[in-house]
């Protein structure tokens, strides 16, 4: 009997030291800097890449999320992919555009970032636009990627050379109930609302 106790009793000690941790470790992280949200259109519905002999089928969501978090990741240091209740101080609405030419051979990216506060208002929205020499039938996911690549560099240096975007990231407050939640997302004010691309 005396065993059964001593275990209940160190099982317990485990449990309540787990907990304290946790909420420890939930109390001490702040809302992340920034957030970027993309539709989730944008990796459930593909668009077509039109050629007279072969097209191509892309997802724009995953081509655009790896050279957005890594580029923002670069220049503004703590952010985040929109998932969920997370919450951000800083929330950017990526919405991506591609479209090919075959007859020069010319993707055409562009990539509008729409940018609010961390009480969710509308701040300004940045487009970055590129054109980029490639042949539909190799590598295509490759060739969108950088072409949303180089539509990011002209976004960032848009909102890098913005005054007032860049006063008001750097006086943001720390406290948790100025942050936007991503839940609210679509409830934003937003100039256009892409339902589908053709």
Same mark, same amino acid.
């Given at each position: 009997?005396?065993?059964? @106790?001593? /275990?209940?009793?160190? +099982?317990?000690? +485990?449990?309540?030291?787990? &907990?304290?941790?946790?909420?420890?470790?939930?109390?001490? &992280?702040?809302?992340?800097?920034?957030?970027?949200?993309?539709?989730?259109?944008?990796?459930?519905?593909?668009?077509? @890449?039109?050629?007279?002999?072969?097209?191509?089928?892309?997802?724009?969501?995953?081509? +655009?999320?790896?050279?957005?978090?890594? /580029?923002?990741?670069?220049?503004?240091?703590?952010?985040?992919?929109?998932?969920?209740?997370? #919450?951000? /101080?800083?929330?950017?609405?990526?919405?991506?555009?591609?479209?090919?030419?075959?007859?020069?051979?010319?993707?055409?990216?562009?990539?509008?970032? #729409?940018?609010?506060?961390?009480?969710?208002?509308?701040?300004?929205?940045?487009?970055?636009? &590129?054109?980029?020499?490639?042949?539909?039938? +190799?590598?295509?996911?490759?060739?969108?990627?950088?072409?949303?690549?180089?539509?990011?560099?002209?976004?960032?240096? /848009?909102?890098?050379?913005?005054?007032?975007?860049?006063?008001?990231?750097?006086?943001?407050? #720390?406290? #948790?109930?100025?942050?936007?939640?991503?839940?609210?997302?679509? @409830?934003?004010?937003?100039?256009?609302?892409?339902?589908?691309?053709?």
């Amino acid at each position: 009997m005396k065993i059964y @106790l001593l /275990k209940v009793f160190v +099982l317990l000690a +485990l449990f309540t030291t787990a &907990s304290v941790r946790a909420e420890s470790v939930n109390e001490s &992280s702040p809302s992340t800097k920034m957030l970027m949200y993309i539709q989730p259109i944008e990796y459930t519905n593909p668009i077509y @890449l039109w050629h007279p002999y072969d097209g191509h089928w892309v997802y724009q969501g995953p081509l +655009l999320e790896g050279q957005a978090m890594a /580029k923002f990741t670069q220049v503004y240091g703590d952010v985040g992919l929109c998932e969920g209740n997370q #919450s951000g /101080k800083t929330l950017v609405w990526l919405q991506p555009r591609i479209f090919y030419n075959p007859q020069v051979q010319i993707f055409y990216g562009k990539v509008t970032a #729409s940018v609010y506060t961390g009480m969710g208002a509308f701040v300004a929205s940045y487009v970055g636009e &590129s054109s980029l020499h490639g042949y539909l039938n +190799l590598k295509t996911d490759d060739s969108v990627e950088h072409a949303y690549a180089l539509a990011m560099d002209t976004v960032l240096e /848009k909102m890098q050379a913005d005054t007032a975007l860049q006063g008001m990231m750097a006086n943001e407050k #720390s406290a #948790s109930a100025d942050a936007t939640p991503c839940s609210m997302v679509t @409830l934003l004010p937003i100039p256009k609302i892409r339902v589908m691309s053709f």
